[in-house]
């Protein structure tokens, strides 16, 4: 059965410190993954995706993940956290040959509060 | 670009009313949409899948008679609630599909008194 696990219900970080969200999967065949970030009372805003090609995938606001095949993991991760970053994150992971449904499976989300 | 409006935001009736959310696709045109249920500090539920001109596709356990799903046209999916009980008060997201990534709503949230 396909998954998604973000282990880390809350991350705290302080500002200026790096950050990592943690996210690890299970899909047949190879995956599409996904980053998206809910603040309070508002819908889900697209990070970033890994589909093909480079590992390592850069995003929206200084957000990057990497896609770690033999870990099966697509960590979500920032030089340097502001405040502003402070939001639920959330993982998705979806079958390349999921065909026209092409539903996303969902982690259950990591809160992250980075203090100032 | 990509972006998706939902309205209303905010909606508040009474309990046995049907209440209808509009999902739409702004600056694209979306053959899917998705609806999902989102409860207090919790992960997204998929409540169903919308694809302009045919029938949604409704996930185990959701009712397709209680939450209608009408997807008329490449930029508008509508969920309507019927028969709205306290139980049904959440917030609901929906989404469209461009490509590979879903593009999502700001959501409503809707209380059932």
Partial sequence: AQSVAQPEDQVNVAEG????????????GNPYL????????RGLQFLLKYITG????KGSYGFEAEFNKSQTSFH????????????LYFCAVRARNAGNNRKL????????AVNP | ????????????????????IECRSLDFQATTMFWYRQFPKKSLMLMA?????????????????KFLINHASLTLSTLTVTSAHPEDSSFYICSARLSDT????????????
Avoid: M
């Fill in chain 2, 102 to 113: 879903q593009y999502f709503g700001p959501g409503t949230r809707l209380t059932v008194l």
């Fill in chain 1, 17 to 28: 410190n790096p950050l990592t969200v943690k996210c690890t999967y299970s899909v047949s």
């Fill in chain 2, 1 to 20: 670009g990509a972006v998706v409006s939902q309205h209303p935001s905010r909606v508040i009736c009474k309990s046995g009313t049907s209440v209808k």
């Fill in chain 1, 54 to 57: 480079d590992n390592l995938v």
């Fill in chain 2, 49 to 65: 899948t919308s694809n302009e001109g045919s029938k949604a596709t409704y996930e185990q356990g959701v009712e397709k008679d």
């Fill in chain 1, 105 to 112: 499976i969902w982690g259950l989300g990591t809160s992250l």
């Fill in chain 1, 34 to 41: 996904f980053w998206y970030v809910q603040y309070p009372n």
């Fill in chain 1, 76 to 87: 979500l991760k920032k030089p340097s956290a502001l405040v502003s970053d402070s939001a």
